[in-house]
């Protein structure tokens, strides 16, 4: 019996966990929208207030347009990801993890996209250079909402692989463009790569923190829940949540109270001599004023005793 109590409790703990992994990554994708959404409206405002300034940086500046390409396409992705956890929460499913992988790729792989548009139209350096390359970081801290080291882990890999290439990929455009200087080396490139892979396992580090911690909140909550329930059954709600709150404190304490005890007199007798509608009628009409007499001086009814209940005052909480 205490097996199949524990193994109901283990799975409601469970059930809980993943309710709430559910909400954390839904609010991670609603961040990551709200933030692809702000990026592109500032690009539009960009590109169209400052075009003068673009035809003098830009090798492309008609193209510079391109760029927006990466942001737009990812967007109706994170929404309908979104969509997807929140439909699986509420239909209480756990999410599949490879749909977890699936996003990381998708997410980490639009500053690469991004920064490859930005190279097309300024220059090698401009796109290795360019604003999305800062979006790494950003991207890889977003997963530790996901509440799974191993996300944040692939996430700061994948990015700085990305990178890489990228870099791999323009290095002999930016030795040409950029010829014996120290953005034609290989080091600094290098150097930014093992940075955005560092990033990943500090959000994992981060990850696996609050993910122990918000079960450690939901064990505790779920702990107190059944202490206040089987509590309730002996004491009043008051006094439970009295000793919750006292926790595993052993300090003794003293505080002067007083107990009323109330019983009917001739109870007994009354109830053989009457129906148990009539008794029960009787006990409420009497019972219901008296316990909201108690209660509207502070008292706390500790116990119903059938036909009659025992009522504390000055305690859980000190009458002043």
């Keep these: 019996m205490v097996a199949d109590e524990s193994l109901h409790e283990l799975r409601l703990l469970e059930r809980e966990v993943e309710r709430e992994l559910h909400r954390m990554e839904r609010l991670r994708a609603s961040i990551a929208a709200a933030l692809i959404v702000v990026t592109l409206v500032v690009l539009v405002v960009v590109f169209t207030l400052r075009a003068a300034d673009f035809e003098a940086a830009m090798a492309r500046p008609r193209e510079r347009w391109l760029v927006l390409i990466a942001p737009a396409l990812y967007l109706p992705f994170v929404l309908a990801l979104r969509r997807h956890i929140g439909r699986h929460l509420v239909e209480g499913r756990p999410l599949q993890r490879w749909r977890s992988y699936v996003a990381v790729t998708v997410e980490t792989s639009l500053p690469t996209v991004a920064a490859a548009l930005f190279a097309i139209v300024t220059s090698p350096a401009g796109g290795l250079f360019s604003p999305p ?29 990305e990178f890489l290439c990228l ?137 119903l005793l059938g036909d009659g209940f025992m009522a504390l005052f000055g305690a859980p909480v000190p009458d002043p």
């Design 133 to 161: 390359i800062h979006l790494y970081p950003l991207m890889i801290a977003l997963w530790t909402l996901a509440l799974d080291w191993r996300l944040c882990l692939y996430a700061g890999a994948l990015s700085a692989v």
């Design 167 to 303: 870099y791999a990929a323009l290095r002999q455009a930016i030795v040409a463009e950029l010829p014996g200087t120290i953005l034609s080396a290989t080091a600094p490139f290098l150097i930014r790569g093992i940075i955005i892979a560092a990033t990943g396992v500090i959000a994992a580090l981060v990850a696996s923190q609050l993910r122990r911690r918000v079960i450690a909140s939901l064990r505790a909550a779920q702990e107190k829940a059944r202490i206040r329930q089987v509590f309730g059954q002996h004491v009043s709600p008051e006094v439970a949540q009295a000793i919750l709150d006292r926790g595993g404190s052993e300090t003794p304490s003293s505080q002067r109270i007083c107990v009323l005890f109330l019983d009917v007199r001739g109870f007994t007798a009354f109830s053989e001599a009457h129906s148990p509608e009539e008794v029960v009628d009787f006990l409420n009409r009497l019972l219901d004023p008296l316990l909201d007499a108690v209660s509207r001086h502070g008292g706390v009814v500790n116990k």
